[in-house]
C-alpha cells in the first residue's frame, strides 16, 4: 500500500501564488511519475501538471507559464506551484503517483491523494 499526505492549499488571495507538497509512503520499488489534477466542482477531474522519472514535465497549455510541478524520486515527493492564481483556479487538488510494485515484476499501480481545498478570493 502507499499513502500519499498533501499539504498546502487552503485560502489564498487573487494574483498570489499557491504553493502544494505531496509525499508518498509505503512498499513500493520507485514512483514512474508524479502529477496534480484539480476538480472543480460540477466538473470533471484535470491535469494540472504532470512529472515523470525522465525529467520530463507536461503542461495544460491553458496553465503554462504559471504552474511548476517539482518531483523529487529520491525523496518521493512532487510539489506544484501555481503563480497569480485567480477565482477560477479554486478547486480541490489531488496528488497522483503511479509506482512499480516491484523491481522483478513490472507491475504498476495508481495512487491519488485525498485532495485538499484551495479557494481563490480576496
Known amino acids: 500500500q502507499v499513502q500519499l499526505r498533501e499539504s498546502g492549499g487552503g485560502l489564498v488571495q487573487p494574483g498570489e501564488s499557491l504553493r502544494l507538497s505531496c509525499a508518498a509512503s509505503?512498499?513500493?520499488?520507485?514512483?514512474?511519475?508524479m502529477a496534480w489534477y484539480r476538480q472543480i466542482e460540477g466538473k470533471k477531474r484535470e491535469l494540472v501538471a504532470h512529472?515523470?522519472?525522465?525529467?520530463?514535465?507536461n503542461y495544460p497549455y491553458r496553465l503554462r507559464g504559471r504552474v511548476t510541478i517539482s518531483g523529487d524520486y529520491g525523496k518521493s515527493t512532487v510539489s506544484l506551484q501555481l503563480n497569480n492564481v485567480e477565482p477560477e483556479d479554486s478547486a480541490i487538488y489531488y496528488c497522483?503517483?503511479?509506482?512499480?510494485?516491484?523491481?522483478?515484476?513490472?507491475?504498476?499501480?495508481?495512487?491519488w491523494g485525498q485532495g485538499t481545498q484551495v479557494t481563490v478570493s480576496s
Open positions: 509505503g512498499n513500493f520499488f520507485r514512483i514512474n511519475r
Open positions: 497522483y503517483v503511479q509506482i512499480r510494485e516491484s523491481e522483478a515484476r513490472a507491475v504498476v499501480a495508481d495512487y
Open positions: 512529472s515523470g522519472r525522465d525529467g520530463t514535465t
